[in-house]
């Protein structure tokens, strides 16, 4: 990783915390960070009957999941930064291994292993019982400093 990343506080876990919140989705999904390091995040999803995606099987659907391990990829390429700026999502590959378990909750854990000047890349699991056992795998790159100090850009059609 370039530079030295900071290292986590526990001021650093309460605004992942907030960071989550930010985030519509992340929120409604109630996902939680629950610790941090430098460029390593652990969080979870839990389980609640309104996130099953089928009814028959009451597993969790793929999407929370997803979002689960997008939003984490994301704070752990922030949390590998010396200096942190704000990443968007270039490119996620998710492999599903199996069905999460019924009743409990996706946990999920993501580490940045490369940091260049423009792009992080990182790679994560998320899993029920034990991190031994995952129930998906994902690899994720971002591009750093996403809005480079320019206000939304707003498409207005062809000119």
Avoid: N
């Amino acid at each position: 990783m370039s530079d030295t990343p900071h290292q986590p506080t526990a001021d650093a876990l309460q605004r992942m915390k907030a960071m989550m919140q930010f985030t519509p989705q992340a929120r409604a999904l109630g996902i939680d960070v629950t610790r941090i390091e430098e460029g390593r995040v652990w969080g979870h999803v839990p389980y609640r009957t309104e996130l099953v995606g089928d009814p028959d099987t009451g597993v969790i659907a793929g999407g929370v999941v997803t979002t689960l391990l997008d939003q984490l990829c994301g704070v752990a390429a922030v949390l590998a930064q010396a200096h942190p700026t704000s990443v968007a999502t270039i490119d996620l590959r998710i492999d599903y291994m199996r069905p999460a378990e019924v009743g409990h909750d996706v946990q999920a854990e993501a580490q940045c292993f490369k940091l260049t000047r423009h792009v992080a890349f990182v790679r994560a699991i998320a899993y029920d019982r034990d991190a031994a056992d995952p129930l998906a795998h994902a690899t994720a790159t971002f591009m750093l400093d996403s809005s480079a100090g320019r206000g939304a850009q707003i498409y207005r059609g062809k000119k």
